[in-house]
């Protein structure tokens, strides 16, 4: 087990480079087997969620290179197993788009139930709805999911809610299905974009991604590609708001700033200066920050995995904010833990009432998920005195090299490993 050390109250100033975009890579990766053959893909974050589904994929008989630390070849021309029931897929939500995809080559596939952020209920009926729609049989036994097809036939599927994970899941079953499937009410995030560009560029025909309506146009093979994944938006957000929380000046450069927009606006109307150029963003906070309201929606609204990184900044601003929560119902588990660097938090259901506080200080605090580990460090860059943070194995599985990135914009961080005697820490 690992813990960092914070030593907050510093101004952050800089540039931060930004990796790629986790959300994409956990859907592209597993789309490659849809090609069987070799796809070179590139911008991969080093985060530890790649690592595990990797590791997953080469059970089936993927075979993985690393031709850098952000460029993987993975050749997909040898799979001799459609079952992943490697015990680490259930730490990770993407386990799931192993199921579209291994269903949309082979027409079976048995993949565990999802796991990931213990954040609230997370259902993939949407995802069971559409292949079966498709033609598939799909039940669930002990925990696993068996999905098989004679034949995948193109169809009309409406879904219930806006689900991110079921428009992924869907378009890879369908891209080799017989005739034309239509996804209305898909979802819009950039990640849906990048997927969907991913597998046009391996020969499939994908219209309206990026809208609520998509189509899709099956073929009858695809082919391998050389591919780069999108910056990640989340992680760029994070980083915009450490430069508002410290007071800083920070520029998130390898960005793409439209994908930003609903971060950005939130960020101006407290009172924060936003710069933007080409592939950056500049943000600096010279003053004290208003309070204001903020509700996540589906894109291109204001992100769900943005919600605590946000809820740490309104616990710094003058005066009352409102958090309120529409994606996940069970996201604010982290509060009591800024409440114990001093921040006046009070949750009633899906809505989080900040009152704002002049200083946070530091404490030892527990990270209950990844987004809500994010949110703790950008408290502890804020906050008087050292805080540390536990459970760091969450933070991992998002973010790339968080240390050296915030050490960069002159943080004071480091990471140490837990003994069995707390008070002793010993750098590692």
Do not use: W
Not at 384 to 400: M, S
Not at 420 to 428: E, G, L, P, Q, R
């Amino acid at each position: 087990m690992e813990q960092l050390v914070i030593k907050g109250n510093t101004r952050l100033t800089g540039e931060v480079f930004i990796s790629g975009a986790k959300n994409a890579a956990l859907a592209i990766l597993p789309a490659a087997i849809l090609a069987n053959d070799v796809c070179i893909i590139e911008n991969v974050p080093c985060v530890k969620d790649i690592k595990v589904l990797l590791q997953s994929m080469e059970q089936l008989g993927v075979l993985v290179e690393y031709i850098d630390e952000h460029k993987i070849k993975v050749d997909t021309r040898n799979i001799h197993n459609l079952k992943v029931d490697y015990d680490y897929i259930k730490k990770i939500r993407a386990s799931y788009y192993l199921l579209g995809a291994l269903l949309g080559k082979y027409r079976e596939a048995e993949v565990a139930l999802p796991g990931g952020c213990n954040i609230g209920s997370r259902p993939i009926d949407q995802h069971i709805k559409g292949f079966e729609a498709l033609g598939a049989k799909v039940e669930v036994k002990h925990g696993i999911i068996e999905a098989s097809a004679d034949d995948l036939i193109g169809t009309n599927i409406f879904l219930d809610m806006s689900s991110v994970g079921a428009t992924i899941n869907i378009m890879l079953a369908a891209v080799l299905a017989e005739g034309t499937t239509v996804i209305e009410n898909a979802a819009k995030e950039p990640h849906i974009v990048d997927v969907a560009n991913f597998l046009n560029s391996m020969g499939a025909k994908i219209k309206g991604a990026g809208t609520d309506v998509i189509k899709i146009a099956g073929v009858d093979e695809l082919h391998g590609t050389e591919y780069m994944i999108i910056p990640d938006q989340i992680e760029a957000g994070t980083y915009m708001i450490a430069g508002a929380i410290t007071g800083g000046d920070v520029t998130v450069t390898n960005i793409i700033p439209k994908h930003m927009e609903a971060i950005s606006a939130k960020l101006i109307e407290m009172g924060a200066v936003i710069e933007e150029y080409d592939e950056a963003i500049r943000v600096t906070a010279n003053g004290p920050l208003k309070n204001i309201h903020v509700k996540t929606l589906p894109y291109p609204g204001f992100p769900t995995d943005m919600q605590p990184q946000m809820t740490a900044l309104l616990s710094k601003t003058s005066g009352t904010s409102i958090m309120t929560e529409s994606i996940f119902e069970s996201r604010f588990s982290y509060t009591d833990e800024l409440n114990r660097m001093g921040a006046n938090i009070k949750v009633e259901g899906n809505t989080a009432v900040v009152e704002g506080v002049k200083q946070l200080t530091g404490a030892e605090v527990a990270a209950p998920d990844l987004r809500a580990g994010a949110g703790l460090i950008l408290a502890a860059l804020a906050a008087k005195g050292e805080t540390v943070i536990t459970n760091v194995e969450y933070i991992d599985r998002g973010y790339e090299h968080v240390e050296q990135k915030l050490t960069n914009l002159g943080a004071d961080i480091f990471r140490v490993a837990e003994k069995t005697d707390k008070s002793m820490f010993k750098v590692v």
